[in-house]
């Protein structure tokens, strides 16, 4: 079998103002990288637009309500002091929705190995009631609750190593024990959650913070100790992955000090206990990463360790 990925032009229209971290760019960094000759393989898939059920499964109708009601005919509506919506954002959002079910579905029928969701806006900052952090909905943990409620799995877990805290996961699996949400990020650092002692209503939420200039060797010592062994211990059917890049060095927004080999790294770690206990499957989706040029090369790096175990 291949890996897929999932993408949609929409998503180029969720257009953020100028000046903005969030940018179109970085959507278009990521799918020139992939357009290289190593990536010809991929399995392309047009993400669809996600259901609404699916999204109730983590978000209230009336939250839904509001965030449709917010996009504008034209111009840029500010939601938060982060986070703005433009006349293409309710598409570019259902589709990141659509992608992520979609690759959990193809993953669990055996259609692919494992996928990659290469859609904007991000997900993991979206609370259950509110937008943050350049996100809208909760991407993630939409589509574990769809792996466990529609495709009827025991544990699915989430490992987010994005360097800022996936406090919306975490609010909204806060009490999901067929859940284990796992979150490296740097402290301090936005939004400010995330410390070891949360935990999550039933054990379920385990957060590693990293001090900033936490270089890669600190960070391969801090899982193999801490995460690795939980998640094995966990024994997910389903493996999902919040993947940020904006751990590396380059990025403009934190101070960790990854580097690509660094992500190449714990994709293959995250990839073992994805053999040893589901049958491979991973299905992985983008957050964060503003540098474009460390995006597109740490993105790469963690497609090209999908495939190398999806062929």
């Known amino acids: ?43 392309r898939r047009a993400a669809p637009l996600g259901d609404v059920a ?6 209230p109708q009336r939250y839904v309500d ?41 993953v669990l029928a055996g259609e692919v190995s494992n996928a990659f969701v290469a859609c904007r806006p991000p997900g993991h900052h979206a609370e259950v ?40 996961t975490q609010d909204l699996l806060w009490n999901e024990s067929r859940t284990l949400f796992c979150s490296s990020h740097q402290m301090p650092l936005y939004p400010g959650t995330g410390a070891a002692k949360e935990r999550g209503v039933c054990g379920n939420v385990l957060n590693l913070p990293l001090a900033p200039e936490t270089g890669g060797a600190e960070m391969r010592e801090a899982y193999e100790r801490v995460i690795l062994p939980a998640v094995d211990a966990f024994q997910p059917e389903l493996l999902l992955i919040s993947a940020g890049f904006d751990a590396h060095l380059a990025d403009p927004l934190a101070q960790l000090e ?50 190398e175990r999806g062929g």
């Not at 949609?8 to 940018?23: M, N, S």
């Not at 350049?134 to 360097?163: K, Q, T």
């Not at 991973?282 to 790469?300: C, H, I």
């Open 54 to 59: 699916d999204i109730l499964r983590c978000h």
């Open 129 to 168: 009631e509110s937008p943050m952090g350049f996100c809208l909905f909760g991407n993630v943990a939409i589509a574990a609750r769809r792996a466990l409620d529609h495709h009827g799995l025991s544990r699915v877990a989430i490992v987010d190593f994005d360097v800022h805290h996936g406090n919306g």
């Open 258 to 307: 990854w580097q690509v080999a660094d992500f190449e790294w714990l994709t293959g770690k995250l990839c073992d206990l994805a053999d040893r206990h589901c049958d491979g499957r991973v299905v992985s989706t983008l957050e964060g990463g503003y540098d474009l040029q460390a995006l597109a090369a740490s993105a790469a790096a963690h497609v090209q360790g999908l495939m």
């Open 66 to 106: 509001r965030i449709r009601a917010a996009v504008p005919e034209e111009g840029s509506v500010q939601l938060d002091p982060d986070t703005h919506v433009s006349p293409g954002s309710w598409n570019a959002a259902l589709r990141g929705v659509g992608g992520i079910c979609a690759a959990v579905d193809a």
């Open 1 to 43: 079998m291949v890996t897929a990925v999932y993408s949609h032009p929409d998503c180029l229209l969720h257009v953020t103002p100028p000046g903005h971290a969030e940018q179109v760019a970085r959507i278009e960094a990521v799918e020139t990288a992939l357009a290289a000759p190593d990536f010809a393989a991929l399995d």
